[in-house]
């Protein structure tokens, strides 16, 4: 099954509809679909509400005791700012002691798989490009004002990430930068991560197109699940 996670810069007036057209498209293809929610920035959210909403959401999936949930064969997938929360959640399990999204003992729902599509893969680099943006509004100040804070958010720094990860990026994106998916993909992979970059040239990868399942942005994303289910 899936976990999937919205973007929309962490900020209130997003929410998890825009990753309706994915879901859909993944409950066609055979999947599961749990399609979160999360307080935003504006509402409620950000530093550390925010990560504990995602936190939370995902563990409830052990509560529910379905008998069609594979809770053994659990992937997330996130788009833009909903990437980020992604590979973060993935990577609680190399979270410090009290940390939002820190749990003692086994995992109650293990994350096997992340996809990434047009994510803020690198929390710290996107600050860097945009020391006003979205990221310095989700963490409350820069990062050297907050390196702690930033320390157990950012997923470029909880590295190694011992899943496959596949990131979907459009080479000429003007709201999330592809560097930081290069970025991540090269410090993942010097850390022995399972890591695979697609770049998407052009419109078809503009930044909207991600969540559009007529894409070839998803396709790239469904081929790879596919070749995973194999």
Same mark, same amino acid.
């Given at each position: 099954?899936?976990?999937?996670?919205?973007?929309?810069?962490?900020?209130?007036?997003?929410?998890?509809?825009?990753?309706?057209?994915?879901?859909?498209?993944?409950?066609?293809?055979?999947?599961?679909?749990?399609?979160?929610?999360?307080?935003?920035?504006?509402?409620?959210?950000?530093?550390?509400?925010?990560?504990?909403?995602?936190? #939370?959401?995902?563990?409830?999936?052990?509560?529910?005791?379905?008998?069609?949930?594979? #809770?053994?064969?659990?992937?997330?997938?996130?788009?833009?700012?909903?990437?980020?929360?992604?590979?973060?959640?993935?990577?609680?399990?190399?979270?410090?002691?009290?940390?939002?999204?820190?749990?003692?003992?086994?995992?109650?729902?293990?994350?096997?798989?992340?996809?990434?599509?047009?994510?803020?893969?690198?929390?710290?680099?996107?600050?860097?490009?945009?020391?006003?943006?979205?990221?310095?509004?989700?963490?409350?100040?820069?990062?050297?004002?907050?390196?702690?804070?930033?320390?157990?958010?950012?997923?470029?720094?909880?590295?190694? #990430?011992?899943?496959?990860?596949?990131?979907?990026?459009?080479?000429?994106?003007?709201?999330?930068?592809?560097?930081?998916?290069?970025?991540?993909?090269?410090?993942?992979?010097?850390?022995?991560?399972?890591?695979?970059?697609?770049?998407?040239?052009?419109?078809?990868?503009?930044?909207?197109?991600?969540?559009?399942?007529?894409?070839?942005?998803?396709?790239?994303?469904t081929r790879w699940l596919a070749?995973?289910?194999?």
């Amino acid at each position: 099954m899936f976990v999937t996670i919205h973007g929309g810069s962490w900020q209130s007036r997003y929410g998890k509809i825009v990753m309706r057209g994915l879901a859909h498209d993944l409950v066609r293809r055979g999947w599961a679909v749990w399609n979160i929610e999360y307080r935003r920035v504006g509402a409620g959210g950000g530093w550390p509400e925010t990560f504990e909403d995602v936190a #939370l959401a995902i563990d409830h999936l052990a509560e529910l005791n379905h008998a069609m949930l594979d #809770l053994d064969r659990v992937s997330v997938l996130g788009h833009s700012a909903g990437g980020h929360l992604a590979l973060w959640a993935a990577s609680r399990g190399n979270l410090p002691v009290a940390a939002p999204g820190f749990r003692e003992g086994p995992a109650p729902v293990l994350l096997r798989r992340v996809v990434v599509q047009a994510g803020i893969c690198d929390l710290t680099a996107a600050f860097r490009r945009r020391p006003d943006g979205a990221a310095r509004a989700l963490m409350g100040g820069a990062p050297e004002e907050l390196d702690g804070r930033y320390a157990t958010a950012d997923p470029i720094r909880l590295l190694p #990430l011992h899943v496959p990860v596949l990131l979907v990026h459009g080479v000429s994106d003007e709201t999330v930068s592809i560097e930081l998916s290069r970025g991540y993909a090269r410090a993942a992979c010097a850390a022995g991560g399972e890591v695979e970059l697609v770049e998407i040239a052009g419109e078809a990868g503009s930044h909207r197109a991600h969540i559009d399942p007529r894409g070839e942005a998803w396709a790239q994303v469904t081929r790879w699940l596919a070749a995973a289910r194999e």
